[in-house]
């Protein structure tokens, strides 16, 4: 211990142990922490939706049996797998940066490996609201698109909705629209674990 040291602690009262046993908090807006806590107090809990809008005409979701399921929820980071029928390639993961919320894509093939595709998504740019929060793509995400030949995605927009009845989430982009609404106020059974993830 150096004489400085034992000076400082002399003046101010500083004891070695204590002198860095915090970590810097991970702050986060009223509005963000509401929209994430609307969310959270799902956990656990899966509900089945269906196409409320795709203005390119029906797709294979418009067939399938739509469910997402809140499974993993902690202080920072919300895992919400997206079941389209018997596909369970899709996880959508919002995490708590320190400068807003992020969403993204996991994306896995059924052996549980990553798709070539994968972990798209946005970023919070303001401080939306407690119900709406928007994702413009995020630039790792633009050069993904770019180097997988998909220039239409360039100017991505996701939006998530969660009111006490719905949750709705939606993709904007020049020309394209598509939203899937979820009916939260019946519950159904979990579907089993998404590809890539285990029984944890």
């Known amino acids: 211990m150096t004489r400085l040291f034992i000076i400082a602690v002399a003046l101010f009262g500083v004891s070695q142990s204590h002198a860095v046993t915090k970590p810097a908090p991970l702050v986060s807006i009223p509005t963000h922490n509401a929209f994430f806590d609307a969310i959270k107090q799902h956990c656990g809990k899966a509900f089945e939706g269906e196409v409320s809008v795709d203005n390119q005409g ?46 993204k894509h996991d ?9 070539p595709v994968t972990m798209y998504g946005g970023h919070t740019l303001d401080a939306g609201f407690d119900h709406i929060q928007s994702f413009p793509v995020d630039e790792y995400s633009r050069q993904l698109f770019a180097q997988k030949g998909l220039p239409q995605s360039l100017t991505n927009i996701w939006q998530m909705y969660i009111y006490p009845d719905t949750f709705s989430y939606r993709l904007i982009r020049e020309g394209r629209e598509f939203r899937v609404d979820f009916d939260l106020t019946s519950p159904i059974a979990p579907p089993p674990p998404p590809w890539g993830y285990g029984d944890d």
């Not at 202080?75 to 320190?98: C, E, M, Y």
């Open 58 to 103: 029906p797709s294979t979701f418009s067939r399938e049996k739509l469910v997402m399921h809140v499974r993993m929820c902690n202080d920072t980071q919300l895992h919400i797998p997206f079941h389209v029928g018997d596909n369970a390639s899709r996880t959508w993961i919002i995490t708590k940066t320190g400068s807003g919320l992020s969403l």
């Open 107 to 115: 994306h896995r093939k059924s052996d549980g490996h990553y798709d």
